[in-house]
């Protein structure tokens, strides 16, 4: 297939394009759906294809096909062309191409796993969903409905430019979860969920802690909890946020804000900020493509789809900001280094400025430390969606919480839905845990320009921070 991506970059360029990028995706994607003894979902689907991007005069044209026939691939090279030439004339912003050095992609650049998905049956997947599910119900309580999910993507990355870069790679992600919905005796139902996704094999799913017994017990459990627990105060209050709801603030409602096609266009409010100090000591914000996937977990993509390497971008440093999320072109006319954040679904959707693994760097303080600093307030965990506007402005709902005072837990809480905005919420951020978790998956995912969903990771350490709005009702 690079033979045919060389073609094509070299077609393009005789057209008159200042640069090209051809790439290639062929990709599984499997799904697994039960609910109760209902299989809902047993899915296998493929994509793979052809996408090309050519540059005329800082305007980029794209288009793609399903063939990898020289015929189609030609075609698609001459589209995209066209369109960015007929573009040209009534561009009014020009992100002109930044040309790189030539990469040349290598073994390592492939996350190796022990049980690698495409090496397993449909009944070994099924098996895990069903060991999972059996798990649940012995744990849980008054229980209305048991899902348990199974997701894989996998397959080869593929990308020749006019660099002269050779980029050949293969993506990988596995996801196991479980949601226990049970019902309490005034008739309010509630929710408990456990589960790991993330670019590792199914050989993960037999350690210790993330079996499917295991994932199911938890998720049974924390239903049976939910049970009794109070609704949540609302007001204003300080607040302990556990490490995946502190990922969901990072990505969501800082890390949009930071990427550049919202930076050029002035549509963010971090628009001309590089330097400001906008949050407290405690806060510094990174995205990188290849974190630490067997120490902390998370997503690894090692080439972003223009052919730039991943980075470790700081966003955040300690408060202040120091880079915007990057393609090419809006590096080189915002005057900073491409961060390899240039991302796209599928083969059919040109790459746009998109996060990797977007998380808050931990601190110093051990989760007993962070209690005591917290005093009296709420402790929330996980989340369960939610709402983000354009200017910062969030309203999250956690999956479950609990009331601290004077540093003990004093009982589980429910209904907890926090809201504020992360631009004001920086700067009361007061200490962090020296834990880093990341969180990545099969499900779910970052929607953006017609583009959903593109697998991400996010995490942090728990934080502490005062003035959250919570929300809540009585049931």
């Known amino acids: 297939m690079i033979d045919t991506l060389e073609k094509c970059v070299e077609y393009g360029e005789s057209l008159g394009a200042e640069a090209v990028e051809a790439r290639y995706d062929d990709l599984v994607l499997r799904t697994l759906h039960r609910t109760d003894d209902v299989w809902k ?8 294809g052809v996408g090309v991007s050519c540059y005329y005069e800082g305007v980029s044209g794209f288009s793609f096909t399903a063939s990898t026939d020289w015929a189609d691939v030609k075609q698609a090279a001459e589209r995209a062309f ?20 030539a990469v040349e992609s290598r073994p390592s650049d492939t996350v190796r796993v022990r049980a690698h998905p495409r090496d397993h049956d449909l009944a070994f997947k099924t098996g895990l969903v069903n060991r999972m599910v059996e798990s649940a119900r012995e744990h849980g309580a008054d229980i ?9 993507l996998y397959g080869r990355k593929t990308l020749v430019n006019s660099d002269g870069s050779h980029i050949d790679w293969e993506f990988l992600v596995t996801d196991l979860r479980c949601v226990v919905t049970s019902r309490t005796d005034s008739g309010a139902l509630v929710t408990g969920s456990e589960g790991y996704g993330g670019t590792f094999g199914l050989e993960f799913f037999s350690t210790d802690g993330h079996t499917p017994e295991d994932i199911g017990r938890e998720a049974g459990l924390r239903a049976k909890e939910q049970l009794r627990a109070h609704p949540c105060p609302a007001g204003r209050m300080r607040a302990l946020v556990e490490n995946h709801l502190v990922g969901v603030l990072a990505h969501e409602s800082f890390g949009h804000l930071s990427e550049a096609d919202f930076i050029v266009t002035g549509g963010s409010p971090l628009t001309g900020k590089i330097g400001e100090k906008l949050g407290t000591e405690h806060t510094t914000i990174v995205d990188t493509g290849t974190p630490d996937v067997k120490a902390y977990g998370g997503l690894w993509v090692p080439y972003d789809d223009q052919g730039t390497p991943a980075d470790r971008t700081v966003v955040l440093d300690h408060g202040t900001l120091e880079h915007y999320l990057h393609n090419r072109g809006t590096a080189k006319h915002l005057g900073q280094r491409p961060t390899g954040n240039a991302r796209a679904v599928t083969f059919a959707f040109p790459p746009i400025p ?56 004093k009982y589980p809480v429910r209904e907890v839905s926090l809201s504020g905005n992360i631009l004001e919420l920086l700067g009361r951020v007061e200490g962090a845990t020296k834990e880093l978790k990341l969180f990545s998956g099969y499900f779910g995912g970052c929607g953006k320009g017609g583009q959903s969903p593109l697998p991400v990771g996010l995490g942090g350490p728990m934080l502490v921070m005062d003035g959250v709005v919570f929300g809540g009702r009585a049931s």
Do not use: C, H
């Open 82 to 101: 066209k369109m960015a030439r007929a573009s040209s004339g009534a561009a009014t912003l020009r992100l002109p191409f930044d040309r790189g050095t």
């Open 41 to 48: 979902d047993i899915e296998v689907k493929s994509r793979s």
């Open 354 to 409: 998109r996060m990797t693994n977007t998380f808050f760097v931990p601190g110093d303080l051990t989760e007993e430390e962070a209690l005591e600093l917290l005093g009296t307030g709420v402790y929330a965990v996980q989340t369960q969606g939610g709402q983000v506007e354009g200017d910062g402005s969030f309203l999250f709902k956690a999956i479950r919480g609990y009331w601290v005072e004077n540093g003990e837990v």
């Open 144 to 152: 209305r409905n048991v899902r348990g999910l199974y997701g894989e």
